[in-house]
């Protein structure tokens, strides 16, 4: 069975950090690319941040130099470090394993930004 449990969400003020993670069982982890994607109240879901078997990471302009995503094959387990957060950020975080035409969703974890 597939699971992708994203966690580490929570209330921060503008300019906080957040750490969220993203722990995978029952797929080839290395093997996938593993994504972010983020949906605010009343507008798409978005691609946040994107990284590769082989470790090439890429990201939406809005959070270029703030956001970090990163791997532990080893733990199966993916991270985005978020730096300097905005309310603009706001949103359900979820995490995404992509491979050919095999697709998985985690449950999304809330990331609010408010003072």
């Known amino acids: 069975q597939v699971q992708l449990v994203d966690s580490g969400g929570g209330l921060v003020q503008p300019g906080g950090s957040l750490r969220l993670s993203c722990a995978a069982s029952?797929?080839?982890?290395?093997?996938?690319?593993m994504n972010w994607y983020r949906q605010a109240p009343g507008k798409q879901r978005e691609l946040v941040a994107t990284?590769?078997?082989?470790?090439?990471?890429g990201y939406v302009d809005s959070v270029k130099g703030r956001f970090a995503i990163s791997r532990d094959n080893a733990l199966n387990t993916v991270y985005l470090q978020m730096n300097d957060l905005k309310p603009e950020d706001t949103a359900v975080y979820y995490c995404?394993?992509?491979?050919?035409?095999?697709?998985?969703w985690g449950r999304g974890t809330q990331v609010t930004v408010s003072s």
């Open positions: 029952g797929i080839n982890f290395n093997i996938y690319a």
């Open positions: 995404n394993a992509k491979y050919l035409g095999l697709i998985w």
């Open positions: 990284i590769s078997s082989d470790g090439t990471t």
